[in-house]
């Protein structure tokens, strides 16, 4: 028998309820792994039977967290990129629907040679196989199932892994349950009746937690280690509290408080390869907790209509990209949130946001609110306001500028309007047979696409002052290996050309109609994408005389991280920064 010598895995479960930070603990173990020297990865199992999250409305599912090869994901694989710094593929997400709509089509095509096709054991084959796939050329794979425990929709793939760990040896696995405390207000008394039940449905798997952390508002005492020691049979130095924290970045050293990582570490049967260093970690901790200024930013968009704690979810990653610029400035950024349609109805009035230090108009679809948003964006530009466009917000900063600048008044999308002459903003064809064909799911510009940046733009100067030019021919190269990632890189000249990647979820692009037009009248087209067919498809804007107004077709905050800002990010507070001082410096100048 040949020695099993593939990664371990950390199987992780939640119980009592959803919603309690699985995904960012499940990230924070990732991290802590990796500071112990251990290659780390993670897969997220979602047990919906949607194909993937393209489809879900951000309301609906929180954000749709795009791959670099143009997966439709789970938000929580945002979490694993920003904690664990790699850039994870779409197959480290397994759903429902991509198991059966797997091993469907093989049946179809005749290649289980005529066996009944059941759950067990092709669906379960079909789950393990995918997982293997994930963990090759890492030493630890972290697999987070979604839902709760006692969930019939869980049960495919805690069986899947039971099996895998009967097959490779039960001391490649290790077993986490992440689980809630409550706190009923009129008991004052933090009960863990639930956290053992959860205990319990999991059992009924065949799967017993070797680690319990455990969700709270406040920190575990230890008469309730001792309880849930005593009812789980799991030694009391492996039931590790997880209060509320101040950041979610916090997480990951509260969690080595209780020294987490080393016994872990020593349940898999490692020696920790290295001494973790937080330092740098903590510095930034510090600056985002107690930073040394504050800048307000209004967000300006839509998916407002249902509060403020669906919105901040539908945009997670835009969030995450400010604080880690604003933390690398030592600077606390506070978003306003507001929904373009109060410029419209009058219920606000667009000069409110004279009072910003910067605007932001983050990726959206559909037009409730665009009017409103495009105001928005005429007064940045008017007023030389810093303004950061996203997706959707550069289309509609080239329709502003189209209509108030290049005199084509009547300049919209065709989102907005299918029958117009103007349409400076137009679907792809390959998009429009997409539709006509009622094919949504994973048919957009998805995933990293290569932009050739515009020599002495703004542009430029932000990405080469980041480092994340790729000026590197080998690497070039080795992405143009495939025919999928040749399609995305287009046609460059290697070793001459300004390259970035930036990762894409849309269907409208600049009609190339209208570029030169509005070239003509001063708006800077700083990065295009030119695709193997040889059209050009334009990645940023700059006005080159504003302070700062800047727009991108990609969404570049899918790739910021916490000790590695999105450059555009970076160049947006440090415009921001000296735009509000100049502004308070006039305010004091003004007054008597």
């Not at 449905?201 to 709270?216: E, K, M, N, T, V």
């Not at 101040?246 to 872990?264: H, N």
């Not at 037009?367 to 959707?392: D, M, S, T, W």
Request: aromatic share 8%.
């Amino acid at each position: 028998m040949t020695e099993y010598a593939g990664p371990k895995f950390i199987v992780v479960a939640g119980g009592v309820m959803s919603g309690v930070g699985k995904g960012l603990t499940t990230a924070s173990m990732g991290r802590i792994l990796r500071e112990y020297g251990y290659r780390t990865t993670a897969v997220k199992i979602d047990p919906y039977i949607n194909y993937d999250a393209g489809t879900m409305r951000p309301t609906e599912h929180g954000e749709v967290f795009v791959t670099d090869d143009g997966g439709e994901i789970d938000q929580d694989l945002g979490n694993y990129e920003r904690f664990l710094g790699i850039d994870l593929p779409r197959r480290n997400n397994l759903t429902t629907g991509q198991i059966y709509h797997t091993v469907i089509e093989r049946e179809r095509r005749g290649e289980y040679l005529g066996h009944t096709v059941q759950p067990i054991p092709h669906l379960t084959d079909e789950v393990q196989r995918r997982i293997v796939e994930a963990g090759e050329g890492f030493d630890i794979v972290l697999i987070e199932i979604g839902g709760t425990g006692g969930d019939y929709e869980n049960e495919l793939f805690l069986f899947a892994v039971k099996g895998m760990e009967r097959e490779l040896g039960e001391e490649h696995f290790l077993y986490v349950l992440i689980t809630y405390l409550p706190i009923p207000s009129h008991v004052g008394e933090m009960k863990t009746k639930p956290t053992q039940q959860a205990i319990r449905l999991l059992s009924q798997q065949g799967i017993f937690p070797d680690f319990i952390i455990c969700r709270a508002e406040t920190p575990l005492d230890d008469v309730r280690k001792k309880k849930i020691m005593v009812n789980a049979n799991v030694p009391k130095e492996h039931i590790i509290s997880a209060p509320d924290m101040a950041t979610i970045y916090d997480i990951p050293v509260r969690l080595e408080e209780e020294g987490l990582g080393a016994k872990m570490l020593a349940k898999l049967g490692f020696e920790p390869r290295r001494q973790p260093d937080w330092d740098r970690w903590e510095r930034l901790l510090e600056h985002s907790k107690s930073p040394a200024r504050r800048l307000p930013v209004a967000m300006v968009g839509k998916y407002v209509e249902i509060g403020d704690f669906q919105l901040t979810d539908s945009y997670i990653s835009v969030n995450q990209s400010l604080l880690h610029a604003g933390v690398s400035r030592d600077t606390g950024v506070d978003i306003t949130w507001i929904d373009g349609r109060d410029f419209e109805s009058g219920e606000r009035s667009v000069e409110e946001l004279l009072d910003y230090g910067g605007i932001i108009v983050p990726g959206a679809f559909g037009e409730g609110g665009a009017e409103g948003v495009i105001a928005a964006i005429r007064l940045a530009r008017e007023q030389g306001v810093p303004f950061l466009g996203l997706c959707y917000g550069m289309q509609l900063a080239v329709i502003e500028y189209a209509r108030h600048v290049a005199g084509i008044e009547r300049a919209t999308s065709e989102e907005f309007s299918d029958d117009s002459d103007y349409q400076v903003v137009a679907i792809q064809e390959s998009q429009k047979h997409a539709l006509e064909e009622n094919r949504y799911g994973a048919s957009m510009r998805l995933g990293a696409y290569a932009a050739v940046l515009r020599k002495d733009s703004r542009v430029l100067e932000i990405y080469e002052r980041s480092g994340r030019i790729l000026e590197d021919g080998a690497r070039i190269r080795q992405l143009l290996d495939t025919p999928e990632e040749s399609f995305r890189i287009g046609q460059i000249m290697i070793d001459r050309d300004k390259v970035v990647l930036e990762r894409h979820r849309h269907r409208y692009e600049i009609s190339p109609r209208f570029v030169e037009l509005l070239e003509e009248e001063g708006l800077v087209f700083s990065g295009h994408h030119r695709r193997v067919d040889g059209t050009r498809l334009m990645e940023f804007i700059e006005l080159p005389d504003h302070p700062f107004f800047i727009a991108t077709q990609a969404h570049p905050e899918f790739k910021s991280r916490m000790d590695n800002p999105a450059p555009l990010f970076s160049g947006f507070v440090d415009a921001a920064l000296v735009h509000r001082a100049e502004r308070a410096a006039d305010v004091r100048a003004a007054a008597p």
